[in-house]
């Protein structure tokens, strides 16, 4: 049996090598592949544009010449400018009667032929010089032509045309591709080679990872295995290792995250529902009320889309990358919004919510507007959920000093003198047997304390429990 499972643990080996090598030469192939190919067009282009810039510039110059010839004048000197032609071994010039056939040629044979290649006709019916490429009618050789017309006072009298095999550049172009493509696969065995290299001693020594991970998921849990290796494969054993050690623990995290998370989701779906049930039972007759109502809907939708993905980062709070976004806000108008968007889900529930105000008509703070109503909105549901038997919820805002004070207090049966040091800590419970976690306090403490404040809970004299928000003052 353990001979068996050897032998599958190797074969699987093998597949990976398989698929590692057959991923990575792909990707570098298709890459070599890519790279010729973009190489080769480019030097095509290159060429080839080089060779039409040529074969224009000097068409071009020719038609000037005759441009002040008469036709009879533009005959002779089209006989005299053929035979003096120094470039016969490079070029064929060629001299165009109107018609399109060829007058006179400085390679003799084509004379009197009519190619009717669309330089030509596209230069005599547009005057303008033209070009084209392709193979030669009478031949079958790829060439390049160029048109260019004779006018004279406007007539055509004639045409200047240049024709080049492209032969030469074709075979040039042929090489430097096949030298690049060379190059290219040189490289792609060279990386074959070193990625076997590479293959057999990093994923070999998986094996025996990859078995002590079977045993683990079996349930035997912590299991340690042997460091061979101070490099990766030592630090994935450490990982290993210490995944055997704390899988329990962490499975326990990840139930009260998800705990959590349904509980900071409720107070959002709550608004939303409450506000929703009020509009469509009719029960909001002033139009400003009733779009108050939608857009308190509207942002409690948006707050619990951004909720999301909060509490996703909850878990970096303790590495300090939990994030803020400042502004300069008005507090009371962000108390009042969390107060407006509550007193009438209460008042459903048979809870009444009072609001104090201050005399100072603004509270100017920089802080986080939705992270702020997060903590107005968490303590307020917090509020009704652990006091609601009082059936009522006081909210008062004061500046004192440079601060300013948000206490929100129910009338319940407050908390259990020997929990109120251990209420703000994360996933924490106690005796309540309320809906939650305990993830609520946590974030709220947490919010308050980047905005350079605090929160303290404490129970009431007459009863109940009071949350107060400290807050600095400032804009």
Not at 133 to 156: I, K
Not at 260 to 267: K, W
């Amino acid at each position: 049996m353990k001979k068996f499972t050897g032998m599958k643990n190797k074969a699987k080996i093998r597949g990976i090598r398989q698929r590692w090598l057959a991923n990575s030469i792909s990707v570098v192939l298709v890459m070599v592949v890519l790279a010729v190919a973009a190489f080769s067009v480019a030097m095509a282009r290159y060429y080839y544009d080089a060779m039409e810039e040529g074969l224009k510039a000097r068409a071009s110059s020719a038609a000037s010449f005759f441009r002040n010839y008469t036709e009879a004048e533009y005959l002779r000197a089209a006989k005299s400018y053929v035979d003096n032609f120094s470039e016969k071994n490079k070029l064929e010039l060629q001299f165009l009667e109107p018609d399109g056939s060829i007058l006179y040629s400085s390679y003799g044979l084509t004379t009197g032929t009519m190619p009717g290649t669309s330089d030509i006709r596209g230069a005599f019916e547009n005057t303008v010089m033209d070009q084209w490429q392709g193979r030669d009618p009478s031949t079958g050789e790829r060439v390049m032509a160029v048109t260019a017309p004779v006018l004279y006072r406007g007539n055509l009298v004639g045409g200047v045309r240049l024709v080049t095999s492209m032969a030469q550049v074709d075979r040039q172009l042929w090489t430097a591709a096949g030298a690049v493509a060379l190059i290219g696969f040189a490289l792609l065995a060279m990386l074959y080679i070193s990625n076997l290299y590479f293959v057999r001693s990093i994923i070999e020594p998986l094996a025996g990872v990859t078995e002590t991970a079977r045993r683990i998921a079996d349930g035997s849990y912590g299991i340690q295995m042997e460091k061979s290796y101070n490099d990766e494969i030592g630090e994935l054993t450490d990982a290993i290792n210490d995944m055997s050690l704390k899988i329990r623990q962490s499975e326990k995290v990840q139930t009260e995250f998800i705990s959590s998370v349904s509980h900071e989701l409720r107070t959002p779906l709550t608004a939303i529902n409450g506000w929703a049930e009020t509009i469509m039972n009719g029960e909001l007759h002033e139009p400003e009320d009733v779009q108050k109502g939608m857009g308190i809907i509207v942002s409690e939708a948006r707050r619990l889309t951004n909720m999301v993905e909060e509490l996703l980062e909850f878990s970096r709070i303790s590495d300090g990358r939990f994030t803020l976004t400042v502004e300069s806000l008005d507090l009371k108008a962000e108390l009042e919004d969390a107060v407006y968007t509550y007193r009438e889900f209460f008042r459903r529930d048979g809870i009444q919510l009072h609001y104090f105000d201050c005399p100072e008509e603004s509270i100017p703070v920089s802080g986080d507007p939705e992270r702020l109503r997060q903590v107005f909105c968490n303590l307020l549901d917090n509020a009704a959920k652990h006091g609601g038997a009082g059936k009522r919820i006081d909210v008062t805002v004061r500046v004192e000093e440079a601060a300013a004070r948000i206490s929100i207090r129910d009338y319940g049966a407050g908390i259990p003198e020997e929990e109120l040091p251990f209420v703000k800590n994360k996933f924490y419970k106690g005796s309540s047997k309320a809906r939650g976690s305990g993830i609520g306090l946590a974030v709220c403490d947490e919010i308050v304390e980047r905005h350079g404040g605090s929160l303290t809970l404490s129970n009431a004299e007459e009863g109940g429990c009071v949350a107060d928000i400290w807050l600095p003052i400032g804009t």
